[in-house]
């Protein structure tokens, strides 16, 4: 027994020397590019949404337009690799970054870094089934898994927790760029005004997400309360949602700006973030 926690302890050392290598933490900031190009292109597609076009203002949208833009196959590949890298880095930061704390604050920062490590971790399954030629729709697989849910009550309040959980994670995100608290995981700024100019960049853009993830939560909750799938919208759905409100077009616009702003802010941040 005792030889086995050596050996255990000899293969948790080593996983920790190699998510905390050079190398690998360089790998891990190209999945805050990968995140950035993403939250683009997602906006750039709610933009022509909101100009009366076309499109899926959703991952799988947003990745099937990298998909086929000149050199697109080879970018799959960068963004795949580069979210799989910082998922296992944010994974490796549950395990062992923790290790200096305890009690609720060792806790706390082991949901945070395993939330995030799951969030990039569907971001790389996306990046990489394009890449190895096949393709999604999150629309279709939001409804598919809540008709499911549905059948049974359980199914039903799992919904409209997860909508809940939603709608408090937006509204976390709004209050993080309202008061402009995610510079704390930045080791530094650009200097002079593009410093501020990435600040301004941060608050517009977690604002934006907070807003459009708090409506994809408000549908789930709909779609369980109705027992109605079709309302069970992913971010496309909700992000067209938006149009059938009051100055719907504008608000739209906006939240669409606002993402392209947090793509924008997430390139910055693969070069500053604190790792």
Same mark, same amino acid.
């Given at each position: ?35 950035g190009l ?7 597609? !709610?933009? +022509? ?6 499109? $899926?203002?959703?991952?799988? @949208? *947003?990745? =099937? /337009? %990298?998909? &086929? ?13 580069g979210s ?84 408090v994670g ?7 760029? !309202?008061? +402009? ?6 080791? $530094?700024?650009?200097?002079? @005004? *593009?410093? =501020? /100019? %990435?600040? &301004? ?75």
């Amino acid at each position: 027994m005792g030889e086995l926690g050596r050996q255990a302890g000899r293969a948790a050392a080593a996983a920790d020397d190699v998510t905390n290598s050079k190398g690998f933490e360089a790998a891990a900031r190209v999945g805050y590019l990968a995140s950035g190009l993403l939250h683009v292109m997602i906006g750039v597609i !709610a933009l +022509r949404v909101a100009a009366g076009g076309s499109g $899926s203002a959703d991952q799988s @949208g *947003a990745v =099937s /337009a %990298v998909a &086929g833009s000149p050199g697109g196959a080879v970018l799959l590949w960068i963004c795949f690799l580069g979210s799989a890298a910082l998922a296992v880095f944010l994974l490796g930061e549950v395990f062992f970054g923790a290790r200096q704390r305890s009690g609720k604050e060792k806790l706390k920062h082991q949901l945070k870094d395993g939330g995030k490590a799951a969030a990039y971790g569907a971001i790389a399954v996306v990046f990489g089934t394009y890449a190895m030629g096949g393709s999604s729709n999150s629309e279709a697989s939001a409804q598919s898994i809540s008709a499911r849910l549905m059948t049974h009550p359980a199914g039903t309040a799992l919904i409209v927790a997860v909508g809940v959980g939603l709608v408090v994670g937006g509204g976390f995100l709004v209050h993080r760029g !309202a008061t +402009r608290s995610f510079r704390d995981n930045l080791k $530094s700024l650009p200097p002079g @005004g *593009a410093g =501020s /100019a %990435v600040m &301004g960049l941060g608050t517009a853009g977690y604002i934006a997400k907070g807003i459009a993830l708090g409506v994809v939560g408000v549908l789930l909750v709909v779609a369980a309360v109705q027992h109605d799938p079709q309302e069970a919208s992913g971010l496309d759905g909700a992000l067209k949602s938006l149009l059938q409100q009051p100055f719907g077009v504008w608000i739209l616009g906006l939240v669409a700006l606002g993402l392209i702003c947090y793509g924008a802010f997430m390139v910055v941040r693969s070069k500053y973030e604190r790792m």
